[in-house]
């Protein structure tokens, strides 16, 4: 079952730095909430239109650890990304906990919180 939550981040890492929103709506709960460094909120909605303003250029994450329940997991990870937001370019380094819901074979990403990280 780890695997198969690293193939579901990989999936959403990927529809991430490709701008796939229609991915993306499939990959998130419709009750998905996210939580950035500073505290906003951001539900599904305004998570997916976000692209409109913003893209990364580059994505990477690193000391991923993954924690399973019944229908749940926690997946830890340190992301590394470049992105541009409103024609400025950002560079970031966060820590990231992402959770997920499901199980055999179809994991949803219900929530995401970031932390920055100095390296």
Known sequence: MSEEILAAHRAFQTAELQADTDRLDTLLTDDFRSIGERGYLLDK??????FTEFGYTDLETGEV??????RAAILRCVQHSRSVWRGQEMSLTNRVSQVWVGGSGTWQLAGIQFSSHDV
């Open 45 to 50: 909605s305004a998570w997916i239109g976000r």
């Open 65 to 70: 650890d993954v924690c399973l329940y019944d």
